[in-house]
């Protein structure tokens, strides 16, 4: 089938549907005339820190940082470096002077109008393939540094297509997905002869292997909160249509069905990892992203009669998923030593082995990767199976989100900085660790030429995730980490020309088949950057743990002390 179009011939309306939500019945401009009065709003100051803290943190990191980064600009510019917004912009580092200039170059306009970045500008190939549209998750980071750097519109402009879209029939061969599913991405189509501009959307029915983005509509709903906390204008997010794309999301993941699990059940492919690597089932990448995007959602619902019933079922999912995910995904040297001793073949509400995990299962590497003072949230959990693997976005989503306990942030942390040459090496940082190889690595990716040994989404490292792991190194007190990871990065990503991952043990190689000047790559290392100068840009994408989700799980050994 053909991808589904947006014809913006005549100032942006809609064609092609007699029915469509108010919002698409007003022409582009008069949308942003409506929202060119932000309401002012108190906006929560107390997300990640309170004021004290932050303030606490900027002089403490100032201070930190000099033994750390020799290039750390002064403490008092907003967002900690010239930009091209200012008039001193390539007097600054060079390294950032060249990714703001890369990203700008990146931009997509819709009837003038910046509405997102594409995912790669690489000139060096003629296959284009998919990387000149905008995806959702990869303009998160480029979002992420817009705002930081108090250019909100973009973001804005972003916010509203994908809604917009969102609101299209979506098909894959006659099926109709659900109604609230987000595009995996959108390009601007224009139109010489028309002198038109569409925008066409791929919901993954033109996606390698044809799985819808399960990970869109959870990082709409993140970056919706994230724009509210950065602008402090919270009428964007109580627009009628931006209420109904929330619950839109939130039913789909919401509903009652035959799993025992609140965790969300999810196919191969459906999110970063868009390509058969043995993660369907609970990935906890998925998971975590989906509890963020609760309690995001918590935040940002009005309490009208529909938003209660949502925030109702919100609570009690949350409840149930974090005692899950806490309880069952988290791996340390005392859990793996009592999964060891597993008995099987359990019953009844006594079993200790409720998934019924055979220990001769557990892969011979677990037990020299797992450290005596650590642990980790494992890579997937369902019935006699147990994915061991580390996953990066997970477990840092896990520790901004507060799914994550503060000991078991802190344990996590711990991980990371005792295999930092596994998880790290020479450029951060693994997607995932390790790698499968040989004859598992052909069942479980089906032959995948490009995620081979080491590459690609199979143990390759993704510049992209140094943002993650600032955010996550800031908020468990730990930047010295965060500092130690950029500086690798500055040792070579610009000189490599921004590719998207490298290949390796040690992540030496730029990827067999990466793209140059990839967008999120970019846009990453200025967030991660931003961030560590000024921590109080972490409070846009963090949330505090909420006391009323407490934990019922026994302290683990790695978690004292």
């Known amino acids: 089938m053909s991808p589904i179009a947006v014809d913006g011939a005549q100032s942006g309306t809609v064609k092609g549907f007699e029915t469509v939500g108010t919002i698409f019945e007003i022409e582009d401009s008069d949308i942003f005339k409506l929202l060119d009065r932000p309401r002012p709003i108190t906006v929560e100051k107390n997300r990640s820190f309170d004021e004290r803290s932050f303030s606490e943190m900027s002089i403490t990191l100032s201070s930190r940082l000099l033994d750390h980064l020799d290039n750390v600009s002064s403490p008092s510019r907003r967002s900690g470096f010239n930009t091209p917004r200012s008039s001193s912009y390539f007097d600054s580092n060079p390294i950032v002077a060249d990714a703001w200039d890369a990203l700008r170059r990146s931009l997509v306009y819709f009837h003038e109008q910046p509405v997102g970045t594409i995912a790669a500008l690489d ?23 817009f705002l930081m750097n108090g250019e909100d519109a973009i973001v804005k402009n972003f916010l509203l297509k994908t809604l917009r879209l969102q609101s299209w029939e979506k098909k894959v061969d006659l099926f109709q997905l659900g109604e609230g599913v987000m595009p995996a991405s959108f390009k601007v189509l224009h139109d010489p002869v028309r002198n038109s501009e569409k925008l066409i959307a791929d919901f993954g029915e033109t996606a390698i292997g044809r799985v819808a983005p399960v990970d869109s509509g959870f990082w709409w709903i993140i970056l919706l909160r994230a ?32 799993d025992t699990f609140p965790t969300l059940l999810c196919a191969d492919g459906c999110c970063m990892i868009d390509r058969r690597m043995g993660i369907y089932g609970y990935p906890i990448e998925i998971q975590a992203l989906f509890f963020m995007a609760l309690r995001c959602a918590l935040v940002l619902l009005k309490q009208d009669v529909e938003g209660k019933e949502f925030v109702g079922r919100i609570v009690k999912r949350l409840h149930a998923l974090s005692y899950h995910m806490r309880s069952y995904f988290w791996l340390d040297l005392k859990q793996l030593n009592d999964i060891y001793r597993y008995k099987t073949e359990e019953y009844s509400h006594t079993a200790v082995n409720k998934f019924n995990v055979m220990p001769d299962s557990l892969p011979d590497w677990v037990f020299d990767f797992m450290p005596s003072r650590g642990g980790y949230f494992i890579g997937n959990v369902s019935p006699a199976r147990m994915d061991f693997r580390w996953f990066c976005l997970g477990n840092c989503v896990a520790i901004l989100s507060s799914l994550a306990t503060h000991e078991q942030a802190s344990a996590i942390m711990d991980l990371i900085e005792s295999r930092w040459e596994e998880l790290v090496g020479e450029m951060p940082l693994k997607i995932c660790y390790p790698a499968i190889e040989s004859h598992e690595w052909r069942i479980v990716t089906g032959c995948d030429p490009k995620n081979t040994r080491w590459s690609y989404h199979n143990g390759g490292s993704w510049p992209v995730l140094l943002w993650l792991l600032t955010a996550a190194c800031i908020k468990t007190g730990r930047p010295q980490i965060a500092g130690r990871a950029i500086e690798l990065a500055e040792s070579r990503l610009s000189k490599d020309h921004w590719p998207e991952y490298y290949d390796g043990k040690d992540g030496r190689y730029i990827g067999k088949q990466a793209r140059k000047f990839q967008t999120w790559s970019i846009a990453g290392y200025l967030v991660a950057k931003m961030m560590l100068e000024d921590p109080s840009h972490l409070g846009m994408i963090s949330l505090e743990e909420d006391k009323q989700l407490t934990p019922l799980v026994k302290r683990s050994t790695s978690w004292t002390c």
């Not at 000139?123 to 540094?145: C, G």
Request: aromatic letters at 10%; a negative charge; charged letters at 25%.
């Open 123 to 145: 000139h060096s190939t003629d296959e284009e393939l998919n990387y000149d549209q905008v995806f959702v998750r990869d303009f998160v980071p480029s979002a992420l540094a």
């Open 227 to 258: 724009y509210t906390k950065s602008t402090g204008d919270s009428s964007l997010a109580e627009m009628p249509e931006c209420q109904r794309g929330m619950r839109l999301i939130l039913s789909l993941c919401l509903s009652e069905g035959f």
